[in-house]
């Protein structure tokens, strides 16, 4: 993706979100929305002089929602409403999370529906194109808002603007954090998706595993979508490989792990594709309150600042990994136990000094995907109330820690399938069966270019370097990773 992302309020995507926030693309603001975003401040400033009851208009806000603000005093009630609900320590959101957080807002103001002046705007696309940092403190959010987040970039970027009506509730109310940092994981759980799947084609050849499951006989006879895709993407990564010629597979029946792994990332998939449509569409919805409309010259009352919706896309993502990785332990496992490979245990051959091998690795591996487990389950269900005394604020979404946990998860994920490819080179070439397929023999000419096989009195190679040369070498990556399924659509959901 290259150029300047053009900010209209109604059609940001995920794959915008992460190259301005990753790789510091610019943004401008399309004409339209700042004739809209001006319609919509004259909505506004009309029901003001009119002194219509406005929540955070011309009343204050939640349990002093009954006080009428005096037209004098709106202007200090917008500083003490951000200072009021700036409470922010401990740990920092990362720059691009700031990023991705301030591009959601921008689209948020250019819709008009928050009915801000354009000058609020404008210092955003300044901040962004001038990659300011902000710091911003990742907790606070309840999931209803992300109040004390977003009162941090509010003091930081208009600390010299005097706010005028509803404008401090307007930021106040954002949950941009939340749907920016939503956005960039999701993103990465589906790149990190398809690299599951490259790699688990590679185990397969190091186990010898059977590939009968990714026959289009197997494949059609259930229908399910992400299922379909992905095993016709594992077979497409093993085509011309010694697995599908007579005597390949060493067995009939292998364990789940290898047998079911175009059902689980299929099911993954389908998850995500759930995910993605939710978080692609609440990027571009109104999170304020209340919201202004234009076309009805009219200000409504809502509950748009509840996240319940992104809270439980982003737990349907999550949940749609934890059998993936446990898989990939369980793989892993598999491949150095000889008993299951029927390789040398630990996978190095034995020099008389007994040392373990890759064993340790697989310890590890199992530690964090135990982490990455955990993480999986939801935070929707969770009930910490946020009543007052009124009562009109009585439960929240999590949607914040919704969105820090699924960044964890690819975090994890990306250490969990590094890992196994590493395992999965080393009992590939220790298997010396040939030829390996077209797309896994260059991954695992990849693989050798940052860590070297590991032979008779080695030690298991450190992971790092694969690591490094993945995150250097993306581009590279993404070439091996590339497919067109039948129906002409590129990679998976």
Request: overall charge negative; charged content about 20%; proline content about 4%.
């Amino acid at each position: 993706m290259n150029g300047t992302i053009k900010i209209s309020g109604f059609d940001l995507t995920p794959r915008q979100v992460a190259f301005v926030a990753k790789s510091g693309g610019k943004v401008s603001l399309s004409k339209e929305s700042r004739t809209r975003m001006e319609a919509a401040r004259r909505v506004v400033e009309d029901a003001v002089t009119r002194g219509i009851p406005v929540y955070g208009l011309t009343t204050s806000v939640g349990a002093k929602t009954g006080t009428r603000l005096d037209p004098a005093q709106i202007i200090e009630f917008n500083r003490r409403l951000i200072l009021t609900h700036n409470f922010g320590h401990g740990p920092l959101a990362s720059h691009e999370e700031v990023r991705a957080m301030m591009l959601v807002l921008l689209n948020s103001m250019a819709s008009g529906r928050l009915g801000v002046r354009p000058l609020l705007a404008d210092i955003l696309v300044g901040a962004l194109n001038d990659d300011r940092h902000v710091e911003v403190h990742a907790w606070g959010s309840m999931g209803e808002s992300d109040m004390s987040p977003i009162s941090d970039l509010a003091l930081a970027l208009y600390a010299d603007v005097e706010l005028a009506a509803g404008e401090a509730l307007a930021l106040v109310n954002s949950s941009a954090l939340s749907t920016g940092t939503a956005a960039l994981a999701i993103e990465d759980l589906s790149d990190l998706l398809k690299f599951a799947s490259l790699v688990g084609a590679l185990s397969m050849e190091g186990f010898a595993a059977n590939p009968s499951p990714l026959s289009e006989v197997a494949l059609r006879s259930r229908p399910l979508r992400g299922l379909q895709r992905h095993g016709r993407q594992i077979r497409h990564y093993l085509e011309g490989s010694y697995l599908f010629n007579d005597g390949g597979p060493r067995s009939l029946q292998d364990p789940l792990c290898f047998r079911s792994l175009s059902m689980l990332h299929g099911a993954a998939s389908d998850n995500l594709a759930f995910a993605l449509d939710q978080i692609t569409t609440e990027l571009n919805a109104s999170q304020g309150n209340p919201v202004v409309s234009v076309e009805e010259n009219m200000l409504v009352s809502v509950a748009n600042f509840d996240m319940v919706s992104l809270a439980m896309a982003l737990d349907v993502a999550r949940l749609g990994f934890s059998p993936v990785v446990t898989s990939s332990t369980e793989r892993l496992a598999k491949m150095v136990d000889s008993f299951w490979s029927g390789l040398c245990t630990g996978l190095i051959e034995d020099d008389g000094v007994g040392a373990p091998g890759f064993n340790g690795l697989a310890q590890f591996h199992k530690s964090i995907t135990s982490e990455a487990r955990l993480l999986t389950g939801p935070v929707v269900g969770e009930l910490p109330s946020s009543s007052h005394s009124n009562g009109n604020l009585d439960r929240v979404s999590m949607a914040g820690l919704a969105a820090r946990r699924t960044r964890d998860l690819a975090i994890l994920c990306r250490s969990i399938f590094a890992m196994e490819l590493q395992v999965a080179a080393q009992a590939s070439e220790l298997r010396g069966r040939l030829p390996l397929g077209r797309t896994t023999g260059k991954l695992l000419d990849f693989v050798r270019e940052a860590v070297p096989f590991a032979a008779p009195g080695d030690r298991a190679p450190h992971v790092a370097p694969l690591l490094d040369s993945l995150q250097a070498r993306s581009k590279e990556l993404d070439g091996l990773l590339a497919w067109e399924a039948e129906d002409g659509s590129q990679g998976t959901g």
